[in-house]
């Protein structure tokens, strides 16, 4: 079982919340450059966890940009938490962000 968790923030840049979160946690973020989602910086833990910190844009089809995240339009930067559901979470230290608000939790 996967847990994974999505925050939202409009306080940070995404470039300045995965620069805050790799001087608080032992991640080193990459950043990549996908068709679909634009810039983002990804981290990857030894138990399979993975943190991505991206815009809330997309670039559409249609060259306007999209919301991935369309019920928090006030949310300019994601960051998504995906983790095996025995892996310790990273709540409380995401907790410590100022302006970062967790939107959701699922598993699959």
Not at 40 to 45: G, K, M, R, S, V
Not at 72 to 100: F, K, R, W
């Amino acid at each position: 079982m996967t847990v994974t968790d999505t925050y939202g923030t409009s306080t940070h840049t995404a470039q300045q919340l995965a620069d805050l979160l790799a001087e608080r946690l032992p991640a080193i973020f990459v950043e990549r450059d996908s068709h679909y989602f634009g810039v983002y910086f990804l981290a990857t833990f030894a138990d399979a966890t993975r943190i991505k910190v991206q815009p809330n844009t997309v670039p559409g089809d249609d060259g306007e940009d999209d919301l991935l995240e369309d019920d928090h339009p006030d949310m300019s930067v994601l960051l998504i938490v995906t983790a095996p559901a025995e892996a310790q979470l990273l709540s409380t230290e995401l907790a410590a962000v100022d302006g970062l608000t967790r939107l959701r939790t699922s598993r699959s």
